[in-house]
């Protein structure tokens, strides 16, 4: 399939048309959809952040009021908005208000700094861009205006928690935590601390800068007449509805673009396999920009059943425990780093009452069989674990599965018309029960990357396959288990960083003759990133000097390297590529010696 005009590679005509017939795609827009939802439940409570409680109808109003200021600020359909914000309602009202307009959001992450957000905004052609003021003590909105004033296509800076408080009443800016990746704070070290102890992040509005918790803060003041105007601008189902950011295995992250019809199945059906209703309370705490906890149900599969999503910036368990017990959270989704984190707490302070948590997800990188078998001992709920990407393809453990399963494996894809193969390196199917690399296609895995013509030649086959780069075992059952990956990317608690990315840093650093990245085992995270470096002749690199060069160029920090090793030469493979297979052993022998 050739990518359209507008750069995005959609399914051909005739799969759509089967999806379509299969009642896959429902051809309808996602506010649409959720509007509908909100007409049956209109005073159940749709949206909780800390003392802020609004109803379906009042979340409704607010969507409607701030798609309309944001139309008055110039922005149409297909116009682009790159969102940075942390877990706040201001980012649900923002998203929901965008998706009403056909405006796309640009899910960028808290963590992100100069280097990503200018390039989203540039590959986007973004319009606007929405920050937080001041996050953590980074100044997001002298960033963004310093975006907007180097590229001339941005418009509009929409500031949250600045100028007035927020409508929630707290002070701008504070109890805002998510400032790095999934939950990472401090530097790029624990993804699961809070960082509690960052300065509140109040800043002045400069001018020029919208104040974007006034804009979402009021109903429009004719609600009637809001929407119809509104649903006079709605946008098609097969249009993008949002841009998601790929896990990066090239210099910088792809954008998955991903239409109302295929986002709104992905939704809808994660909410059905998780058991989601109306009487569910969600807990969005990983860092709502991210496919997880956006919709995989996530916010969006909860509000689509008229369910309550409860925000939280930080996933902290203490902070975690208190807001579960208190708002009787049904379900949540952590990735395994948080996952352990909760459970080590759980175990010193067995004092909150988690009585109504019936269903943790996790997901995002691998959860040893070991972790998956305390859950609900040490917890109480059942788990699910789900292998998902932003590229698509949801695989989930259902919860009425065995234990084995549940423990064992990541599941399954979510709809009959997935489609998987697993294939040796030569692209050949492997016997069945063999790894391999998992190969997919769908209803809601889109066949290609938005304007990446080369990374869509070498990620996806010429009959549109996605090409994982997850080396996969399917069991007879048809539960996937994840065995490794054939990609060059290293996975840090669920974050996801190009070893290319960090490489191309690398060269710029003083005195790198060559170098590589790659993972090295990490009891906390996973994975950490390692550095191998040979010096030029007579030179001596050291990681503060990489991390010295990245900080300048303004990267976020969880891409930082944390491990340099200094060596004579690097082998190569046979064909030529540097050999990390044989430098991800190294490492971990090396750590295994200092232990
Ligand atoms: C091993 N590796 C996993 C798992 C993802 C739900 C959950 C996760 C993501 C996500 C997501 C894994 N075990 N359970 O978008 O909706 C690794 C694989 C995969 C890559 C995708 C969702 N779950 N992974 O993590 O786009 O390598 O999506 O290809 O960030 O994470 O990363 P990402």
């Known amino acids: ?5 507008a750069g995005t590679i959609g399914w051909p005509r005739d799969v759509a048309e089967r999806y379509v017939a299969r009642g896959h795609w429902k051809g309808r827009a996602l506010g649409d959809l959720l509007l509908a939802r909100a007409d049956l439940v209109p005073d159940a409570v749709a949206l909780v952040d800390g003392e802020l409680r609004l109803t379906y109808r009042e979340l409704v109003e607010r969507v409607d009021g701030a798609a309309l200021r944001l139309r008055d600020l110039g922005l149409r359909a297909d116009d682009r908005v790159v969102v940075q914000l942390p877990n706040r ?3 649900v009202v923002l998203v929901l208000a965008c998706l009403r307009l056909g405006v796309i959001p640009v899910m960028a992450l808290p963590a992100h700094r100069r280097v990503e957000m200018s390039y989203l905004v540039e590959h986007a052609e973004a319009r606007a861009i929405a920050v937080p003021g001041v996050l953590r003590g980074f100044d997001h909105q002298a960033m963004a205006r310093e975006i907007a004033d180097r590229d001339g296509g941005v418009d509009v800076i929409l500031v949250a928690g600045n100028g007035v408080d927020g409508a929630d009443g707290r002070s701008a800016g504070a109890g805002a935590a998510g400032g790095s990746p999934k939950g990472d704070t401090a530097g790029n070290g624990d993804p699961t601390s809070d960082g509690a102890g960052a300065p509140p992040g109040a800043a002045d509005l400069l001018p020029g800068s919208t104040d974007l918790t006034a804009l979402c803060a009021s109903p429009a003041s004719d609600p009637a007449a809001a929407r119809a105007e509104l649903d006079r601008v709605a946008p098609d189902s097969r249009a993008v509805a949002v841009f998601l950011l790929s896990g990066g295995t090239t210099g910088l992250p792809k954008l998955i673009a991903r239409t109302h019809d295929d986002y709104a199945y992905n939704a809808l059906r994660s909410g059905e396999i998780s058991g989601l209703g109306p009487d569910t309370v969600y807990l969005g705490t990983l860092p709502l920009g991210h496919n997880f906890p956006l919709a995989c149900p996530g916010i969006l599969g909860t509000l689509l059943v008229g369910g309550t999503v409860v925000v939280l910036g930080s996933p902290d368990p203490a902070k975690a425990f208190a807001v579960i017990e208190r708002e009787r959270v049904t379900v949540t989704a952590l990735v395994p780093a948080v996952a352990q984190r909760w459970l080590d707490h759980r ?16 997901g995002g990188a691998r959860l040893a069989d070991h972790v998956a078998r305390q859950v609900r001992p040490v917890l109480g709920c059942a788990l699910q674990q789900v292998f998902g990407m932003a590229e698509g393809l949801l695989n989930y453990t259902r919860l009425d599965d065995p234990d084995e399963v549940i423990c064992e494996t990541q599941g399954r ?3 009959p018309d997935d489609e998987i193969l697993v294939v040796d390196e030569a692209g050949l199917p492997v016997p ?3 790894a391999g690399v998992l190969l997919t296609r769908g209803p809601y895995t889109p066949r290609g990357y938005y304007r990446a013509e080369e990374q869509n030649a070498r990620a996806f086959t010429d009959s549109g396959w996605y090409r994982t780069g997850d080396i996969v075992r399917l069991r007879p059952d048809g539960n996937l288990v994840v065995e490794g990956r ?10 996801k960083i190009s070893a290319e990315e960090v490489e191309n840093f690398a060269y710029q650093t003083e ?13 906390d995270l996973g994975e950490r990133i390692c550095l191998y470096v040979v010096p030029l002749p007579g030179a001596t690199v050291s990681l503060d000097d990489v991390r010295a060069v990245m900080e300048r160029a303004g990267t976020a920090r969880f891409k930082l390297p944390e491990r340099l090793v200094t060596v004579g030469s690097l082998l190569s493979t046979k064909i030529g590529k540097i050999d990390k297979k044989a430098l991800r052993a190294d490492i971990a022998a090396r750590l295994a010696a200092e232990r």
């Open 413 to 415: 894809p979510m709809c």
């Open 432 to 434: 069945r029960g063999e």
């Open 347 to 362: 175990g010193t302070d067995p004092g909150a009452d988690l009585s109504s948590l019936r269903v943790l997800q996790v």
């Open 511 to 523: 005195g790198v003759r060559q170098a590589a990245a790659v993972a090295m085992p990490d009891p």
């Open 1 to 5: 399939v050739r990518p359209s005009r």
């Open 89 to 91: 309602w201001e980012f």
């Open 486 to 495: 054939d990609k060059d990317m290293i996975n840090r608690g669920g974050e």
